[in-house]
């Protein structure tokens, strides 16, 4: 390891390499492209990652190939991955582990220094982008001259802010000046943001972060041939933001105040992540690159040495590894296979399952409802957003007919007798769940699984009159179904392993992550928000302005605050959310005649013609008006938090679930509970509460995070 990066070795120890391997390929033109291929020996589940040892080599390697181009025995350079995989940007696990700030900014410094060499050889430097690439492997191609990008890569993205980092070897100053602020802007804020999301390769190419692209079956020798081209001069790349035509006078600082705005609406001012991304993008404009660089290098370090980073590495850890080993989880070899889904309902919800299930599982489903004309607008709606897929170019001709003809409808339970899951999304009532599970249990086997979406009802009292209670599960998904990454998996005390084993694997399936509860009000999300929502309504109830309730909310970093979240899941379902938690446990959860009676008004903001909040209605203040025992926002805020710790606590003494783990991945990724916040359970023990609440910690030793 070189001197100037000495403070790194330690993270370099143990680290797994990503090798360069250099191969000299004969072009047609009849000179000699240097190619380096990045492998990390390991399998496609284990991606290539960029460590301070894998930087060092990769240095050393383009050094070397830098004296053969002064040598005249190479007239190009290209970077390509491993099969299926370029990188996955820099090893997490070793970036956690930096002990301080200036051995952060090495690991910064490092990067630039290691990846500007792509530009500094004095030949045509090329990235061939053959699969996945994230975060610092984008950052790679990005610091060459050219790149070409395989059609099929299934994600691309710089998910930093995600994250609580900034791109920082080259992407935050790089990106804005190749495909101009607009884009860059989605790429590296507003795409984490949305939960975390990522580009396909003909996206990227759209973009222009590539130069071109070319399809999977000869992508690498259609690369080589392009970049032949390229060196003889017989392809001239063009580009729709070369520098000369990015606009800097206007457009680049009007888009920053908007993407400004539309961060403080939509996360407040608690993560530091996106406003550091947001500074070093606007200061991109007019920058050099070794100035735009410096200031990478330095807010790296602020945000790798910060608590914010810290608890995004616990959230991160997870989401990538407990979400994926389940906790309780029977033997997966005990699920049953499924073959045919069969869909109670034909409404919203019902439509959502059905087309989610038919696009992952890719078995024919059926739907039914209380009569045929319902059924048929049921089918007639899910066909229309195949259709829709299709448009985007999300699915071909043959799979969009395919699974068309997959999906039908019916008013006779007969045709559900050949279904192995049947699963039902009616109305919230018990004696109807009960009835249609009765009348379909006639006709499916023994051993079909029966699930249910109920968000409030006791999944054992609505199997309680089956023959077979066993069988059936709660499979809660999340709204919008296709969106929301979480499926809570209710067991009851009747449930089999073999339907639990088989509501797991269904779940990974569909692509979902699930948790398992116990049958439990609320189970673990609605639990915890009933918790949030019947605090802030009680804080109204009794004189406390809806302003003060809503600032005492924002240090827990929540996507939106307790009204706003109301008014999207609906206000009449919140106020039944309330009212069935203080059944459940009235000396702790709170009922709210007002929230009836804003649900009979529809509303609490007033909006404009866009649907954006221009405050809260004057006819909402005069419906509670009238309590006397006002709080501060600062007595609200610790009475929320303290209420929160008490009732996690007994979730976990009630074992509803297996550890304060899976309730901080439940809000994750059920409640869109911020990264950087570490999920809620080390934000209560930093807060103090949990000591309050019940003497003791969630977490020993404390998790670091945002206070």
Sequence with gaps: MTEQF???????????????????????????????????????????????????????????????????????????????????GADLSKVSEIPDRETGKQMAQLGHWALGKLSDLGVPSFVFINGLALGGGVEVPLNADYRTIDSSVPALALPEVFLGLIPGWGGAW?????????????????????????LKGPEAFELGIADAMFGPANFLEDSIRWADGVIAGTTK???????????????????????????????GRVAKSPYAALALLKAAKNTDKRTGFEAEDNALADMISGDQFQASIYAFNLVQKRAKRPAGAPDKELARKVTKVGVIGAGLMARQFALLFVRRLQV?????????????????????????????????????????????????KADFADCDWVIEAI??????????????????????????????????????????????????????VAVMPLIEVVKTPHTNDESLATAMVTAKNLRKNAVITTDTPGFVVNRILAKVLGEAMHAVDTGTPFEVVEESTRPFGLPMTPFELLELVGLKVGAHVLDTHHAAFPERFFES????????????????SKGKSKGVSKKAVEIVKGGTS??????????????????????????VVAAAEDIDLCLILGAGYPF????????????????????????????????
């Design 6 to 88: 000495a403070r790194l070795s330690d993270l370099a120890k143990d680290e797994v390499i990503t090798h360069s391997f250099v191969r000299d390929v004969p072009l047609s033109s009849g000179r000699t492209l240097a190619l380096i291929t990045l492998d990390n020996g390991k399998d496609h589940t284990r991606p290539n990652t960029l460590g301070p040892a894998t930087l060092l080599e990769f240095a050393r390697v383009l050094d070397e190939q830098k004296e053969r181009a002064t040598a005249g025995e190479i007239h190009g350079l290209a970077v390509t991955g491993k099969p299926f995989i370029f990188a996955a």
């Design 174 to 198: 790089l990106l804005p000046n190749l495909i101009g602020i607009e884009n860059a802007l989605k790429v590296v804020i507003e795409n984490p943001l949305k939960n975390n999301r990522m």
């Design 237 to 267: 790349v063009k580009r729709k933001n070369e520098p000369g035509k990015i606009e800097r006078t206007v457009k680049w600082d009007v888009a920053i105040g908007i993407a400004e705005k539309m961060l403080a609406s939509r996360i």
């Design 364 to 412: 024919p489903v059926v739907i039914t409802d209380l009569d045929q004309t319902a059924t048929d607008a049921g089918v007639a709606a899910i066909h229309s957003e195949i259709d829709k897929l299709h448009e985007k170019g999300r699915l071909s001709s043959d799979d969009t007919n395919r699974l068309k003809a997959l999906v039908t409808g019916t008013t006779d």
């Design 427 to 480: 109305y919230e009532e018990l004696g109807a769940k009960q009835a249609v599970f009765a009348e379909v249990e006639q006709y499916i086997s023994d051993e079909a699984i029966l699930a249910t979406n109920t968000s409030s009802l006791s999944v054992e009292q609505i199997g309680a009159k089956l023959k077979h209670p066993e069988r059936v599960v709660g499979f809660h998904f999340f709204n919008p």
């Design 593 to 608: 005649k007002n929230l009836h009676k804003l649900a009979e008004l529809g509303f609490i903001f007033d909006r404009d």
């Design 630 to 655: 006002p709080m501060t926002a600062e007595e609200l805020q610790i009475r929320i938090e303290d209420g929160l710790a008490d009732e996690i606590h007994r979730m976990l003494e009630d074992n």
């Design 676 to 707: 950087q916040m570490g999920g809620v359970t080390p934000y209560l023990d930093r807060a103090g509460a949990s000591e309050r609440a019940f003497g003791g910690t969630f977490h020993d030793p404390l998790i670091r995070g945002v206070q």
